[in-house]
C-alpha cells in the first residue's frame, strides 16, 4: 500500500503559524496519517489538549475519513458552525489534504505536518520511498530497482567509492543499492545493463507544475 508520509512539525513552528490566531477548528485524517500516527483521533486529541492548555479556543474537531477526497468538504459540512467560528483550520493531514481543503473551504488552513515523501509499507511500521516521479525512468535498466530513491546519494551511475561489502557507507545498516542493482541483473542475466552510463540527470523532465492531460479517446 502507497502512503503519504508525514511527521508532525515543531511545536515552535506550530505556534508560530497560529500566531494571532485564537480560535482553531483541527481536523485529521483517517487514512495515511492514521496510520503513521501523526494525523489520526489520538493526535488530534492530544493537539487539542496541547492547543487548550496554551489558551487556544478549540472550536471543534474531527477526522475525516479520507482528506485528499474531492468528498471532505461535504464531510466537513457538518461541521459547518464550529468551522465558521474558528479563525484557522489546524489540519493534521498530508499536503495533498492540506491543499485539497484550502481549495474546498474558503477558510485560512495551517498544516501541522509536514510531508516527507511517498512511501511504501514495507513491514510494520516500516516506509521506504519508492518513486519521487523525477520524470526520467531508469529502472528499465537497473533491475526494477530505483538508485534515485533508494541510493543515499541519488546516484543513478553507481555504486560509489563507498560501497563496502554490499552495505552503504552512509548507512551501514542499510545495503547498497548499487550492489543490490548489481546482484539482479546478475540472476536475470542482464549485467550488461551495469555497464550503460547514464545522462545527468535532467530536472527539466520533471514538470513544475506537474500536470497531465489525457488526449480525448
Ligand atoms: S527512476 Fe525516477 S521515475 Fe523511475 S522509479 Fe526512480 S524516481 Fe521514480
Ligand atoms: S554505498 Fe551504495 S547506496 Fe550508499 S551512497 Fe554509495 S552507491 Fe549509494
Redesign the pocket.
Known amino acids: 500500500m502507497i502512503r503519504s508520509i508525514t511527521q508532525l512539525k515543531s511545536e515552535e513552528e506550530i505556534d508560530r503559524l497560529l500566531e494571532g490566531l485564537m480560535r482553531v477548528f483541527i481536523v485529521g485524517c483517517g487514512t495515511c496519517v492514521t496510520l503513521t500516527h501523526t494525523g489520526g483521533e489520538p493526535e488530534v486529541t492530544a493537539m487539542n489538549e496541547s492547543l487548550s492548555k496554551k489558551g487556544k479556543l478549540i472550536t471543534g474537531q474531527t477526522v475525516v475519513p479520507v482528506a485528499c477526497d474531492n468528498l471532505t468538504s461535504d464531510m466537513l459540512g457538518e461541521f459547518g458552525p464550529q468551522m465558521d467560528q474558528s479563525d484557522a483550520l489546524l489540519i493534521m493531514t498530508c499536503a495533498f489534504g492540506v491543499q485539497t481543503i484550502a481549495r474546498q473551504l474558503k477558510k485560512m488552513v495551517v498544516p501541522a505536518l509536514d510531508t516527507l515523501f511517498i512511501g511504501k509499507e514495507t513491514g510494520p511500521g516500516e516506509f521506504n520511498e519508492v518513486?519521487?516521479?523525477?520524470g526520467?525512468?531508469?529502472?528499465g535498466e537497473t533491475g526494477g530497482i530505483?538508485p534515485?530513491?533508494s541510493c543515499h546519494k541519488g546516484l543513478v551511475n553507481g555504486p560509489c567509492g563507498g560501497t563496502d561489502n554490499g552495505k552503504c557507507e552512509i548507512d551501514r545498516r542499510k545495503d547498497c543499492v548499487w550492489t543490490m542493482i548489481y546482484n539482479r541483473l546478475l540472476d536475470l542475466g542482464r549485467l550488461d545493463s551495469m555497464r550503460i552510463i547514464q545522462p545527468p540527470r535532467n530536472h527539466l523532465g520533471e514538470p513544475t507544475p506537474g500536470k497531465m492531460i489525457l488526449p480525448e479517446a
Open positions: 518513486c519521487i516521479q523525477c526520467t525512468c531508469i529502472i530505483c534515485v530513491t
